[in-house]
DNA sequence: GTATACTAACTAACTGGTTAGTTCATAATA
DNA sequence: TATTATGAACTAACCAGTTAGTTAGTATAC
């Protein structure tokens, strides 16, 4: 069977499992060509190198998240909802990221940081009409977005490790999130609670 | 010059150095060695092998970390200021941590896992007293605080890269950490907002 | 239609450098 | 002298990357 698409298909498929699990330092180039049921000079052919490789595969997954669920700056914890499910279907983006952000030597993705000036910007407006608080900025809100909405994966040292009884509770997890989010980004008109 | 304390110690020293830049996987015993300015040798002798040396290393400065300063339930935002101050000022332990939680073979460190339902258990006996809201359960709570106070650390993948401007105002951001905190875990009683 | 030439996909075996861990002779100390 | 600390050299395994060669598919020529 010979049929180039498919292999880097499938390349891709168990470079990402193996970079997830073990990082770039601890990933082994011929496990990812047994994996891959390929001769591991294919992997040399189709991406250069090992690095290559992982980057290829992180970026990859991350246009992948960017087109997955868009930004509402008027819904927040809405936003953070769709993070949160999002992350907790896929733990090992997640895990992909980590090492990226441990092992990166000190090159930014471009991506990412239009990505995050976008919804910056976004929220400044947002912020500009009345549709969320002013208390933090726009960055410091996103960021909290963001950390709280995968605190609880288990790559966070602080997550699961704090609260093990959160593993099978993800619906009361993620009302608990919606409800952090909204009290930081602050209930535009709510009138009252409770 | 015949001393073995003061070789542990730079020894100690060294792998904290390399461990925190590298990981398990990452780090290369000879670098540690040649940091340490001692024999390779010395390190099987006194530290069985590479993985006994990092467990050392992280119990070691994990132990510092609970002596270093208390929890005060009554306080959360304080508390979180120390924490952003502390994991601010040791980036390293940080990494140590996060290169843990990703390596990790299941273990679980009985140390923190300790000291971290003592905490609980003073959030719910606050939230009990009534000196601290009782919108979100204490496990929940603690999570939120770890992570609020150490997302703008480098290893946090949504912490400096999305808010670059951060790095010098560490005032602005403890301050907006405290806030923040007071929002989720104070107000006990919160009529309306605005 | 079938023989020939050409190319892309693939493979097995190898290489050179690296790395965790060991051995053993020597030096310091008591 | 006996014990312990030390370091240089060593070893066996590992691993990223390479090489030289094979196989399958396809186009061209007769």
């Known amino acids: 069977m010979r049929n180039a698409e498919a292999t880097k298909e499938k390349i891709l498929e168990a470079a990402m499992a193996e970079f997830s699990a073990y990082g770039i330092a601890g990933a082994r180039v011929d496990r990812i060509a047994k994996m891959a049921k390929c001769n591991k000079n294919m992997i040399y052919i189709y991406f250069e190198n090992k690095e290559q490789l992982f980057s290829t595969v992180l970026e990859m997954h991350l246009t992948r998240v ?39 030597k000190t090159e930014q993705l471009d991506q990412r940081k239009e990505a995050h000036n976008r919804k910056i910007a976004e929220l400044a407006k947002a912020q500009e009409t009345g549709h969320i608080g002013t208390d933090f900025s726009p960055a410091f809100l996103l960021t909290s977005i963001m950390v709280l909405a995968t605190a609880w994966m288990p790559t966070n040292p602080f997550g699961p490790s704090i609260d093990p009884a959160s593993a099978g509770k993800t619906d009361e997890l993620r009302e608990a999130i919606m409800r952090a989010v909204g009290r930081l980004a602050g209930e535009p008109a709510p009138k009252e609670n409770r």
Chains 1, 2 share one sequence.
Request: hydrophobic letters at 50%.
């Open 66 to 104: 960017y087109e997955a669920f868009d930004f509402t700056p008027e819904d927040l914890p809405g936003y953070a909802a769709r993070v949160f499910d999002f992350m907790m279907a896929n733990p090992e983006l997640m895990r992909l990221m980590t090492w990226f952000a441990l092992e990166q």
